[in-house]
């Protein structure tokens, strides 16, 4: 089968993808433990597989030892690049692209791939992923800066998107406007007024600036108590104040959906 897609740049770094991995093991630990097979694929992994590397490290240690990640590429050169770094058979690497070269995961994670395409080849993308996944799979599609101190992603299934988090390394915030830079394809040019993200990014900011008298106590006060006023302004923010401490903020995507 001819993967689907095209050569993405290939760029990345260790520890590039902590904040997902680490989301990924809190919020999607609980399918991936019920799987009949804990396969994942990381969709793209770049000129070096050290960030497959690190997601099967994670998942082994945080969620189920049996765990089985695939990293797959288009460029056959970064397949063979990767075959040193392989610990069979808890992290192979093969050539695919969004076909999933036949593989039926219970969870795919796809970061810094959609980033060089159309806005308007996002929702195939989308779907040719989400139709290949294991029943009650899950895509986690997006996108982060070159060191992750950036980064958001939406979580998928068959049905479709299901929510977006917007995550930060808060001792480096300056502003959560920053957050606009590294959103999803599927959003980064909807940060426009008249659309819900840009609402949400500036009800953020504004909150961000309020909570300046919690700056003395930390960012991650402030963090908190800005989230906290986002929620009350109306708002659904998910998840509980442990996550929120992260540096996130997740939210339904039937709230931010693009019009």
Known sequence: MKPLGVVTRGTTNPNRLRRVDNWIAETCGDAL????????VDLGYGATPVTAVELRARLAAGVRAD?????????PVRVAAAQPAADPPGLTFARGGFELAGLRPALVRAFNVLRQYDEGEV??????????LAPGGLLVEGTCDEL??????????ADGPRTLTLAAK???LTS????AERLPKALIHRNVPGERIHDLIRALDDAWRAAAGYAPFGPRHRWLE???AVRAAGWPVLDRPRRWRQGELTVPWPAITPR
């Open 148 to 157: 992750g101190r950036l980064g958001s992603w939406v979580l998928l299934d």
């Open 226 to 228: 800005t989230v906290r």
């Open 170 to 172: 808060l001792t480096t």
């Open 67 to 75: 765990v089985r990640v695939v990293g797959l590429e288009i460029d």
């Open 123 to 132: 929702a195939d993308a989308w779907h040719t992923v989400t139709d290949r």
């Open 33 to 40: 433990r019920a799987a009949a097979d804990p396969l994942v």
């Open 176 to 179: 959560p406007a920053e957050l």
